[in-house]
């Protein structure tokens, strides 16, 4: 045993001369996380609970990927608001040239303590991504979105035909990616980013047999992204009341985690999306509450652990819409609650 451990220290010292100290380590050397303090918030209880880890975990990368228009960018600034809501700094990297002000105040993002890059090339993006997870100073960094990085310019010297240029950046991407999870590893910043599925192509081949949630960039993500959530729209919420105009206020969407480094896949949520106000986080404690326990509905109104909150669930709702503090208790009372039953 003497002789095994001592070829084995030399084994590590050689490779730490070659590639540097640190390149082999012991798990065990590592400092422990505080358990209260591996995840974010995603701004949803419901998908907070699918995750079976209290939010997004910090440290990896967690995708959100669905078709256009179904709800992956507001879903990304809820979890930047509810990270800050919880005291936590956070970025977002704009590939798509699209964020502005209005939007993310709506969604409840504090713009004066937001960071915004907006890079010029793929290459700037990845490198972007990769010193800001490094530095250890955020609490949760934003990409919006992977599908815009292909058609950014990948920042190659020699620029070629468009075939291989979109070659160039999925070898970028890989490359990055690898770097980025490497930077992100031990530590305490959660990168969120919105990826665009593809549409299933016409073929010979059986839907068993083609891939699942295909989507841009090539296969990078699907290996290293630590959780990928799906996003799918279940129907448009109407603007309610008689006599209003033809219009929408919002989007009604499920989530499910397709795959889960950290622990087992499968879990469902759902949650609405208002067009002038990103998550309806009301909506969800309201449905959750009453599916647990936590609220009861009487006859005389909605109540929580003897407290009458108002006379209806509508009324509860916009109770809760305004008083955020409220909301914080009753999320707090659905996270320690083990099973909720499943409702439509």
């Known amino acids: 045993m003497p002789q095994r451990e001592a070829r084995l220290a030399h084994a590590l010292a050689e490779l730490e001369r070659r590639f540097g100290p640190g390149v082999v380590a012991r798990l065990r050397d590592r400092p422990a996380r505080d358990p209260a303090d591996r995840v974010v918030s995603s701004g949803s209880v419901g998908l907070d609970r699918a995750t079976r880890l209290g939010g997004l975990p910090r440290g990896h990368l967690t995708e959100y990927l669905g078709p256009e228009s179904s ?20 970025a977002l990297v704009d590939t798509e040239g699209s964020a502005d002000g209005a939007t993310l105040a ?10 915004l890059a907006r890079p010029t090339s793929a290459r700037d993006a990845l490198l972007l991504l990769t010193i800001l997870a490094r530095c250890g100073g955020l609490d949760a960094l934003g990409l919006g979105s992977i599908a815009a990085l292909r058609d ?6 020699h620029p070629g035909p468009v075939e291989r240029e979109a070659l160039d950046t ?3 991407l890989t490359r990055g990616l690898r770097v980025l999870t490497a930077a992100l590893q031990d530590g305490p910043t959660a990168v969120l980013a919105t990826n665009l599925t593809l549409p299933i192509p016409y073929s010979t081949l059986s839907l068993a047999e083609l891939p699942p949630h295909r989507s841009t960039g090539g296969l990078a993500l699907r290996h290293f992204a630590a959780l990928r959530i799906a996003v799918a729209p279940l129907a448009v919420l109407p603007i309610p009341g008689p006599g209003s105009e ?25 949650v609405d999306l208002l067009v002038d106000r990103g998550l309806d986080r009301a909506e969800e404690l309201v449905r959750l509450g009453l599916a647990s326990g936590i609220l009861v509905a009487e006859s005389l109104g909605v109540t929580h652990q003897g407290t009458q ?7 509860v709702r916009r ?14 009372a659905l996270v320690a609650v083990p099973i909720i039953p499943r409702v439509a």
């Not at 992956?72 to 608001?81: H, W």
């Not at 033809?246 to 759902?270: D, I, M, P, S």
Request: hydrophobic fraction near 45%.
């Open 106 to 115: 709506a969604c409840g993002v504090d713009l004066d303590g937001l960071l």
């Open 246 to 270: 033809a219009g929408a206020e919002g989007l009604r969407v499920g989530l499910t985690v397709v795959k889960h480094k950290l622990g087992t896949g499968g879990g469902t949520a759902r």
């Open 71 to 90: 709800g992956k960018t507001t879903l990304l600034y809820a979890a930047l608001a509810a990270t800050q809501r919880a005291g936590g700094l956070v």
């Open 170 to 172: 999925a070898r970028l």
């Open 152 to 157: 950014l310019p990948n920042g190659s010297r």
């Open 319 to 332: 109770r809760l819409a305004d008083d955020g503090a409220l909301a914080d208790v009753l999320a707090d």
């Open 309 to 315: 909150l108002g006379r209806s669930p509508a009324a």
